[in-house]
């Protein structure tokens, strides 16, 4: 079968636009010196020096990083979307490409002019990033719709079986403990190949925006600690999940608070804007992969999604230990 994108390349433009300006002013003012600054203060003073040349090279690959990581992301949505949506994750490239090539470019600049001071860049940041985002902004709005026929996916589990083993287990008073996990293959790498992408964009952004650094932090130790996946426990009392080989708890209900179950098709970007830790309209929910889900709703209305690769599994437990049906 023939691999066919679903989300247009041409919404990339303004990220792509903005990359190759860097690289072509780069390469224009080469030959850059063996030592120079490379990192600064607050004030724009040079507090660490290195080579231009492989500063340049790690902040154009990191840009690169971005563009493809923005497109895989573009394609997800437009291949879980329903119906035509504006897509706020198409503007992600723009924001970060724009951001690090901004710096380049007056990183660049400084170094032509011979200068020692990086003030911050305010004017070529407002065109760089401002600018792309708009337009990328226009072209999310022009990108037409295109239906994807997904594969038929797997059919639903008979869970008979495993239903009367449960009740056989509660009956005769024994403890009940089922516990799953969603690990994709990818979840492992991907934590720890953002985490390092982070963790430099943040070194590099932080003399000229701080608070940019500070977020891209924040956003590596989050995808550094889901290593190892989310795992669900379920057991008379409680539904728990947590989080990473380190178990860090994120959810824990009483059974005896639920009062629904259901088990849920949805989409993942369109509903949540991602994976991992959502929320969206009252609905907190957890999940690494797939578009299937348990569904809770405890007293007070507060509604909980937990992914899962067994859907029908983990809802008959859930529904066993506390009497209720889906």
Known sequence: MKFKLVNPLWTHMPAMLVLVIAIVLTARAMPLPDQAPVHFDLNGQPDGYGSPLMNSILLMGLSVGFLLLSTWLDEMWARQERKKTFNWLSLFDELAIGDLCGIQIAYINMLASAGKEFPFPWMILTITCGGATLLA??????????HYEKSPGREIEDVNAFKAEIEGQIKRGQPVSYRESQNPAYAGPLAIIVAVIMFVSAYLVWPAIPW??????????????????????????????KMGIMGIPLLRLKTAEIVSLEVLTF????????????????TQAYYLKGDRAVKITMAGSKKYLIGSDRPERLATVIGLVTGQSY
């Open 137 to 146: 902004a226009v072209l999310e709005l022009d990108r037409p719709y295109r």
């Open 212 to 241: 940019l650094a500070v977020v891209l932090g924040i956003i590596g130790i989050s995808f550094l600690l889901t290593y190892g996946g989310f795992s669900a426990l379920v057991t008379r009392d409680r539904v728990s999940v």
């Open 267 to 282: 989409s993942p970007l369109h509903d949540f804007g991602g994976y991992g830790i959502r929320f969206n309209a009252g």
